[in-house]
């Protein structure tokens, strides 16, 4: 079969050097290897300056000036580090960060240990797990804008199906309790709705790690007489948790630059109690047009997210290595 | 040589021509920008006769409320050529003046005799002018509105619910002419079972993105006297934005919206108002004129079942401006057609077919016409409203103001958060902050 592919690709090869014209084969033959791939990564390379370096760059420039989007005629004057210093000192921002640990740190908890849990199951391979598997993963298949908007009527205090079954199962009237709108649930009713959403995708990165466990492994652990137990702690975990700390950093950086969930379905109300740092952060550059103090709180944030992610990286790999 | 001269002819001709014709139908061709809500619709109809006139095309962009200020504020600090005229907030007129959004009309109006005083002074100063007051008009008065109050006409008739409320309160179930009369009258209606229904007391503006929740609030702030500076012009704010008046003001909308709003209106402007109106889950509601056209011919609500006022009183009479003026925006390729539709619309005739439309025209052929307060149910309130009108801030800087109150005005009515005196207090915390980097404090 290899061979067979070889001689496939080198007739290929032999296809395309003959058709290539002959000028342009005069003008490479006379770089050498490292200028040709030069050459092909230069397009990509351009366009990630374009689009992803530069603006950065500018990000920082702005940050250290007075600039607002909104007055194109007014001087840009440098503030130096007022930006930074008005940023950490606004305690509406830190509430912002709070809100946003909150909501990292329980999407995360309850992805993970219910995301591994389907996986174990799944990985049982029972009668009909194709099936399953695809139910629970059709959640994740769909738009945020979709399922931020039907939640929505799912948490309607008066008309709502969530509120009905709550009712059923507790007895208290479904229009007693607002969902969306009490300071006290509200930030729930979004970590449930980020829970169901991306549960399957945690699961679905455990399932991976499930199976690439070696059965020999297993098999010699049951000749030993460990028990399933003893297993599961000693073999599973181990050898599952390079991909549960993935799919934890994945969800982790994910849920911390959440928007679009927030604000469909709280608009980060009541009052402020679900504003997330990436609403205030889109309102201070969109809405209170503060470009060059939005810049900085945007450079603080990448600093954070990025730090955070390299450490926990680190972290991974030395768990990779063990 | 002959063909080939033929041929050469014939390309430059064919591309002349092809190169000319996107320029013709630019020029004969208007893109007028709003908000999409029911004057808008009125509006299309309004501009056939300008068509007609004058063979303009007319084209819209009409942005749903929650967007409207996003979305155009971002085409004009863009300087996007989507729009060749523009019906914006009356709070953007400071910020497009200075930057240069809008085109300056004074010499347009002098040279064409269009004459600011043939409108109603208020809507001249809130529409019009920057700085406020000033003859500096930087658009014309397109539409007056108001923020004002409908109610169940019908189930305030009913006799035994007039016979209870007498009972209860000792005076008549009739319109509420204060503040606490409202909350009164809210509190009886809130819970009672009506026509086998539920219904509650008031459906209030609540909404925390934009600027529902200011409007709302400034209904109660404005009548029991709040004041944005203590000397105008001087942004002396302390004691007056967080005077006593303010307090009792803010404690009143919070106190009508803990007892009386429906369920989850947590988060409510215009359309959600219109909602509990129209599925007759509320007695009464707020909204802007604006709509009430549309609500007097709803088949279920409308006709004698709805009645309207203006909102009542604290300390004083006032109401909460609404209502904008028509701009040309400076970046538009069709100058002298955007010019054109400027001086046709100001025309009293066109002004008195606005209204019979469902436009709010604020020209004095209309509004000092005899027959105009009986020309619909609400006319007589909308000119007691509009004599009565304060607005929000119109500096450049509204935006961050606004989102300031917005923030302050949420936590407190919605999320409980602090008292009326901190959530006040600390409005005029940021709003200092804002006006000292603006250099004015």
Not at chain 1, 232 to 253: D, Q
Not at chain 2, 94 to 121: R, W
Not at chain 2, 218 to 247: C, H, I, R, W
Not at chain 2, 299 to 327: M, W, Y
């Amino acid at each position: 079969m290899t061979d067979t592919n070889t001689t496939i690709m080198d007739k290929a090869t032999e296809r395309m050097v003959h058709a290539t014209p002959m000028s342009l084969a005069r003008r490479v033959r006379g770089l050498s290897d490292r200028a040709i791939a030069w050459l092909f990564i230069a397009p990509t390379i351009l366009l990630l300056l374009a689009i992803n370096i530069f603006p950065l760059i500018w990000a920082v420039r702005l940050s250290f000036t007075n600039y607002r989007a909104n007055r194109p005629n007014a001087v840009v004057e440098g503030v130096g580090l007022t930006n930074y210093q008005r940023v950490l000192n606004d305690p509406d921002i830190w509430i912002a960060m709070q809100t946003t640990a909150h909501f990292v740190f329980w999407t995360i908890i309850l992805q993970t240990l219910i995301g591994f849990s389907l996986a174990y199951l799944i990985d049982r391979k029972f009668k009909g797990h194709a099936f399953w598997t695809t139910v629970i993963l059709i959640p994740m298949m769909l738009s945020p804008a979709v399922v931020g908007n039907f939640w929505r009527f799912l948490y309607q205090p008066q008309i709502g199906l969530f509120n009905y079954i709550v009712s059923y199962a507790t007895g208290v009237p479904p229009s007693s309790f607002e969902m969306l709108g009490a300071v006290s649930l509200a930030p729930w009713s979004i970590i449930i709705v980020d829970t169901w959403m991306w549960t399957p995708y945690v699961m679905l990165i455990c399932l991976a790690g499930l199976r690439s466990i070696p059965d020999y492994i297993y098999e010699a652990a049951e000749v030993d007489r460990a028990s399933a137990w003893r297993q599961f702690w000693s073999i599973t975990i181990p050898m599952a948790l390079p991909f549960i700390m993935l799919a934890v950093l994945f969800r982790g950086i994910e849920n911390f630059k959440m928007f679009d969930m927030v604000m469909l379905l709280t608009g980060g109300g009541p009052g402020s109690t679900t504003e997330v740092a990436s609403i205030t952060l889109k309102r201070e550059a969109f809405e209170s047009w503060r470009t060059g103090r939005a810049s900085s709180f945007a450079i603080i944030l990448f600093v954070a997210v990025f730090g955070l992610a390299n450490i926990y990286v680190k972290a991974l790999n030395k768990v990779k290595q063990r | 040589m002959r063909k080939l001269t033929k041929a050469l002819l014939g390309a430059t001709t064919a591309l002349t021509i092809s190169t000319a014709m996107p320029a013709v139908s630019q020029a004969a061709e208007l893109t007028l920008c709003w908000a999409a809500w029911d004057p808008a619709n009125a509006l299309v109809e309004l501009s056939k006769d300008f068509t007609a006139q004058t063979g303009t095309e007319m084209k819209f962009e009409f942005v749903p409320w929650p967007n409207f200020a996003d979305r155009i504020l971002n085409e004009l600090n863009s300087g996007g050529k989507l729009c060749d005229l523009l019906i914006g907030d009356s709070q953007w007129l400071g910020g497009s003046a200075e930057n240069g959004y809008y085109v300056k009309l004074n010499d347009f109006f002098d040279k064409e005799g269009i004459k600011m005083s043939d409108f109603a002074e208020a809507a001249v100063n809130a529409y019009a002018t920057w700085p406020k007051g000033t003859p500096n008009y930087w658009a014309l008065p397109a539409m007056g509105d108001a923020n004002a109050w409908f109610y169940r006409k019908d189930w305030f008739a009913k006799p035994e619910l007039q016979a209870e409320f007498k009972k209860q309160t000792g005076r008549d179930l009739a319109i509420p002419t204060t503040w606490p009369e409202l909350i009164e009258t809210a509190k009886f209606f809130n819970g009672k079972e009506i026509d086998g229904k539920k219904v509650y007391g008031a459906a209030i503006f609540t909404e925390r993105a934009s600027e529902g929740i200011t409007m709302g609030v400034t209904q109660a702030l404005y009548a029991n006297g709040f004041k944005y500076e203590k000397t105008a012009g001087k942004y002396d704010m302390d004691g007056a934005v967080n005077s006593p008046d303010a307090v009792k003001g803010l404690e009143e909308y919070k106190e009508l919206y803990k007892c009386c709003t429906p369920p989850g209106y947590t988060d409510a402007y215009m359309g959600e108002t219109l909602d509990a109106f129209k599925s007759g889950q509320a007695a009464m509601a707020m909204n802007w004129f604006a709509f009430f056209p549309g609500l007097y011919k709803d088949e279920n609500v409308g006709g004698d079942k709805i009645g309207f006022f203006v909102n009542p009183k604290g300390t004083t009479a006032a109401s909460t401006l609404g209502g904008q003026g028509i701009s040309v925006v400076a970046n538009t390729d069709n100058m002298d057609g955007a010019l054109a539709y400027i001086k046709w619309f100001a025309q009293p005739d066109v002004q008195k077919k606005w209204w019979s439309l469902g436009g709010y025209a604020v020209h004095n052929a209309v509004l000092n016409d005899p027959s105009f307060k009986d020309s619909q149910p609400f006319a007589a309130d909308f000119l007691v409203a509009m004599n009565q009108v304060q607005d929000f801030w119109q500096e450049p800087s509204y935006a961050i103001l606004l989102q300031a109150m917005q923030k302050r005005m949420h936590d407190y009515v919605v999320a409980d958060q602090g008292t009326a005196q901190e959530a006040l207090d600390g409005l005029v915390k940021d709003w200092a902050e804002i006006f000292g980097d603006e250099g004015k404090l």
